[in-house]
């Protein structure tokens, strides 16, 4: 359920006037370093492998999300091509995302295409097979071309994974679709946006009893079969719990799915997700422009605003 918290920081994530007035601040984008992995491919790299070191993968994530000038939806696929050959000489089994938005959707699906396309010509041929081009989810207007650009990739030999949200009534028949197509990896997130009842369960009950469902039909054996990597991306230690438990029921050991959880968000979960033996993949966002995400970060969770007011206050 999205709450009116969120739906105003959303709104504030989305205002191009306070963006730039928030990013001109040296305090509050000290602040996010908490949540942003760094400001340039190089840092974002060190952040990946820094992370390695403690047993935990990366998605990597060029910051930028509902981008209105073309200019900016080319830079951002110029910092994937210049990342990814740079993962795949650190044998990295890092993902990288990427929002439809963020390479041109926004402005017009033509320029989005041109631009995905460029960015599958420089997809490293011989890449790890769990290293994916994960392509996340924006509000609902955006799912039918989101998945029509995952068919694109793949269909020009990138390894294009998509995240599905629990929240929309019509995801369980897109898992089911995206299945019969061998999607080769799955990440399920609750959904972050605020969409009607109508389209979209409104209550965290239904939503996490949604999420289950679907985790179900991820591990189940008809996924195993049609070679899916299920990733189930959440903070919920409860649906956590219940998602181990309904994978050992499966059959499937830690290693053939994966958790997943925001770069700086509850650290000790991540520990303890670790500690249990599971995989866990940190989603790590770089680049300038840095306020959008961070507000989201903290409509998702208000406690999240002590960082900018300490920030703010000079501590
Ligand atoms: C790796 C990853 C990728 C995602 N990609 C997408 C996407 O493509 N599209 C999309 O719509 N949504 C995406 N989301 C967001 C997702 O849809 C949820 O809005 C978000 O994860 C909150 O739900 P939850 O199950 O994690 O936690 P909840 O059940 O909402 O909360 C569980 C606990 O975690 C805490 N918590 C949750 N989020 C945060 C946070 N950000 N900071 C601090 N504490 C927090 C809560 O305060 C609470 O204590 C993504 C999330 C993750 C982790």
């Given at each position: ?6 739906s105003?920081m ?10 730039r ?8 984008s000290?602040?996010a370093s ?8 190089d ?44 993962l795949?000489a ?9 929002d439809?938005t ?23 041929a ?6 994916f081009?994960m ?5 609902a207007?955006?799912v ?18 998509i ?24 990440r ?15 209550h ?27 990733v189930?991306?959440t ?15 499966s059959?499937?050991?830690?290693g053939?799915?994966e958790f997943e959880?925001?770069y700086g ?27 959008p ?6 409509g998702?969770?208000?406690q ?8 703010l206050?000079?501590?």
């Open positions: 359920m999205v709450s009116v918290w969120q105003f959303i709104a504030l994530a989305r205002s191009g006037s306070l963006t007035f928030v990013q001109r601040n040296p305090r509050i000290s602040a908490q949540f942003v992995g760094g400001t340039d491919e840092s974002a790299l060190r952040t990946a492998l820094a992370l390695k070191q403690q047993g935990i993968r990366a998605s990597l994530f060029f910051l930028g999300e509902y981008i209105t000038d073309p200019a900016i939806t080319r830079q951002t696929v110029d910092s994937l091509q210049r990342l990814l050959p740079a795949d650190h044998g990295l089994d890092t993902h990288v995302s990427v439809p963020q390479i041109g959707y926004a402005i017009r699906p033509e320029l989005g295409e041109e631009n995905a396309l460029r960015l599958a010509a420089s997809f490293p011989q890449h790890s097979t769990r290293s081009l392509i996340d989810m924006e509000d207007s955006y039918d071309c989101t998945i029509a650009l995952r068919s694109l990739l793949a269909s020009r030999g990138v390894p294009a994974a995240t599905l949200q629990a929240y929309l009534r019509r995801t369980e028949s897109d898992l089911a679709s995206l299945l019969r197509d061998r999607v080769p990896c799955v399920l997130v609750k959904g972050a946006f605020s969409e009607p009842g109508g389209i979209a369960w409104t965290s009950a239904e939503i996490s009893a949604a999420y289950l469902r679907l985790a179900a039909v991820m591990l189940s054996d008809q996924a195993r079969e049609s070679g899916l990597f299920p189930f991306a903070h919920n230690e409860a649906l956590i719990d219940s998602i181990r438990a309904l994978a050992r029921e059959g499937s050991a830690p053939e799915y959880m925001l968000v509850r650290p000790k979960l991540q520990a303890k997700i670790l500690a249990a033996g599971d995989q866990l993949r940190l989603y790590v966002p770089y680049g300038a422009h840095w306020w995400y961070t507000a989201r970060r903290i998702e969770n208000p999240n605003l002590i960082f900018v007011w300490r920030a206050a000079g501590r």
